[in-house]
């Protein structure tokens, strides 16, 4: 029994078994062809299909031979490997054409090379040679050109997963330095033991975060265990300030997105709306599935949008903008991001994205 890996793959994938196939094939159908055209005259004798076998045999070691010269001519500049392979084809036909006559001769009982039978082989000859040949430039043509398709695709996604990379190592400094910068805040206050709880925080939620590949899928449970240890260090800054609350439905759990796509989003809530107000204010993360698409939202209760001005977005001008550019490489148009506010009720940025569940063995660490 054969393996079934061997018959799912392209005829072309191994080019030495399908130019045999297709060489055999060909050379097989042509005598066919012309056995069958002399039964028809009703002239056919055992003497003429020996005669159209040799025919065939000559033609098929002839095109063996073109082939290996073909080959190489494809290698010259452009204009010498054109005149080459003409004069190669025109080479080709005149010796077809002589020993097709000499084996008529011979069949003929009179062994020798007749002029009139040479140039009565010529037109058929040349015609089967061409042919071949055009079959031969085509389909060599045919797997440049999937080559180039190929290798076209590969360097697509590597661009894609290195804009992935670089995309989500943007929002790595910018964290470490507000986080840094925090712990040096504790330090000089000399509350050294909340330094100390800082940075342990801190290291796990590095050690969680960098565990995954850049370019990688998270589960939507993975990214909201993500934001919790996140807000954990968070939290060390601002205490009851902070009011984080989590809304996911169970179904949607499953959902794979970019790794860190809602943290830049719950930093911006920290930084405008739980910041300038005494009293802190609510981060509301929900997910729900609806159908086959996933809908997440990230609100507060900050102060919103004031006198018109757009909120501005992360410090280091990654915060939204990085936000939608992953959603457009992950997704590409099938996503829906929109962040609006009304003045004094604080800011809502909605996301939904196509509800797929990936392999086991592409999931991240």
Request: net charge neutral; with cysteine.
């Amino acid at each position: 029994m054969q393996n079934p890996d061997v018959l799912s793959r392209p005829f072309f994938e191994q080019k030495s078994r399908a130019f045999w196939m297709l060489q055999g094939a060909g050379w097989g159908g042509y005598l066919m062809l012309r056995a069958v055209s002399n039964f028809s005259n009703r002239t056919f004798s055992f003497e003429d299909l020996i005669r159209v076998t040799i025919e065939a045999i000559v033609g098929y070691c002839l095109t063996l031979l073109l082939s290996a010269l073909y080959g190489y001519f494809r290698r010259l500049p452009r204009i010498t490997g054109i005149l080459a392979t003409v004069a190669t084809l025109a080479g080709a036909t005149l010796v077809y054409a002589v020993l097709t006559a000499f084996t008529v001769s011979v069949m003929r009982g009179d062994p020798g090379i007749e002029i009139p039978l040479v140039l009565g082989s010529l037109f058929l000859n040349f015609t089967v040679l061409a042919g071949w040949s055009a079959l031969y430039f085509g389909i060599n043509f045919y797997l440049i050109v999937e080559d180039q398709i190929d290798r076209m695709v590969v360097l697509e996604n590597q661009a894609s997963s290195a804009q992935l990379a670089m995309l989500r190592y943007q929002l790595n400094p910018h964290f470490l330095f507000n986080t840094l910068n925090s712990i040096s805040t504790l330090v000089l206050l000399k509350q050294t033991d909340r330094a100390n709880a800082m940075l342990a925080r801190l290291s796990n939620f590095l050690r969680y975060t960098l565990a995954n590949e850049p370019t990688a899928h998270v589960t939507l449970a993975q990214e909201v265990e993500t934001l919790k240890l996140y807000l954990e260090i968070e939290k060390m800054r601002f205490d009851e300030r902070l009011k984080p609350t989590f809304d996911i439905d169970p179904r949607a759990v499953k959902a794979r997105l970019p790794s860190l796509l809602l943290q830049p989003l719950v930093e911006n809530a920290i930084k405008y709306a739980v910041t300038p107000q005494e009293e802190g204010a609510e981060i509301a993360v929900a997910a729900r599935l609806i159908g086959e698409r996933v809908q997440i939202t990230v609100s507060d209760t900050g102060p919103g949008l004031i006198e018109g001005k757009n909120r501005p977005s992360l410090s280091t001008g990654v915060g939204l903008t990085n936000i939608r550019e992953r959603l457009a490489q992950a997704f590409g148009p099938d996503h829906r991001f929109d962040a609006r506010s009304v003045p004094g009720t604080g800011f809502r940025v909605d996301i939904e994205i196509p509800f797929q569940v990936e392999e086991q063995a592409r999931e991240a660490a």
